[in-house]
Each structure stands twice: as C-alpha cells, then as structure tokens.
C-alpha cells in the first residue's frame, strides 16, 4: 500500500490545497514517494483554489490552477493512510469519520511544542494574510517531509 497523506480545512480553498502542493514541493525534492491530497469538513465541491492561495502559490512556482474542492469524506478519510488538519475542529471531523490514530493536527505533527495551533485561516483577507498562512506551513510542511521521510513507522502509529 502506498503512503499518502490528506490535508483537511474548511473550504478545501485556501489552506489545505496550498500545504498539498508545498507538501507534494518537498517531498518531490527529497524523492519521497508520498501521495498528497486535501479535502476540506465544509467544502462546495469543485470550487477552484482561493485567489490569494494561487497568488501565494505562483510565487512559489506552484500552480493551483487545476485544484477543485472536495468535501471530507468517510472514503477519503479510510484512503489516507495520515490526515493533517489544520485546526482542531478538523481534527474532531475527520476522527468521527473513522479517522481515529491517523488524524493529527498539521502544527502538531510538524512540532510537539505547537500542540493545540491552528493554521492561520487567510478566508476573506488580503494577500499579505495568505501570505501569513504560507510563512506558517513554511515553518511545519519541513518538520513533516522529514518526520515521514525518516520514520514511514510514523505513518501509521498514531502518536505525532
């Protein structure tokens, strides 16, 4: 089975699209053969990336041109083999969708010291909030490549 690892938000918009292809970004780099996706407890399916995502994407020559929204499933939550949320309500949706051991807040599975912080939630605001957002993965999405790429055990363990 190969390892893959869902970013859950609210809208599958703003936040988690934008961790998915910074995660896919890095862990292309250190040849980690993980598949990223993300979904959102809210979201209006096929909804494009939020403009300021995609701003802030492309200048990180990251392209989120093509992402469409999907709403947090029971299937997707059994296809993942860990979820990252970036707020603990996400964190409450995803367990109550038979994501229980595999679920973790995004802050805390990149730190155990950011235990409880939620990414910074831009919706609605000006490019410098999205910004804001993308300096905070920019901190946690390093800790997380590496935590998967040096222990695959970690996957599935359910301890952050």
Known sequence: MSRSVLFVCTGNTCRSPLAE???????AERGLAVRMS??????????????????VGLERRLDLSTHRARLLTAGLVDEATIIL????????VAEALGGGGKTHLLTA???ESASGKSVH??????LNSYRQMAAE?????????ARLAGDSRGMTSGAP
């Open 21 to 27: 292809a910074m995660a896919r970004h890095l862990a």
């Open 38 to 55: 993300s979904a959102g407890t809210s979201a209006l399916g096929g909804s494009p990336a939020s403009d300021g995502s995609v701003l």
């Open 85 to 92: 949320c970036m707020a603990p309500s996400h964190v409450a």
């Open 109 to 111: 599975f990149a730190d």
């Open 121 to 126: 939630d831009p919706f609605g605001s000006g």
């Open 137 to 145: 993965l920019d901190v946690a999405l390093p800790k997380v490549i």
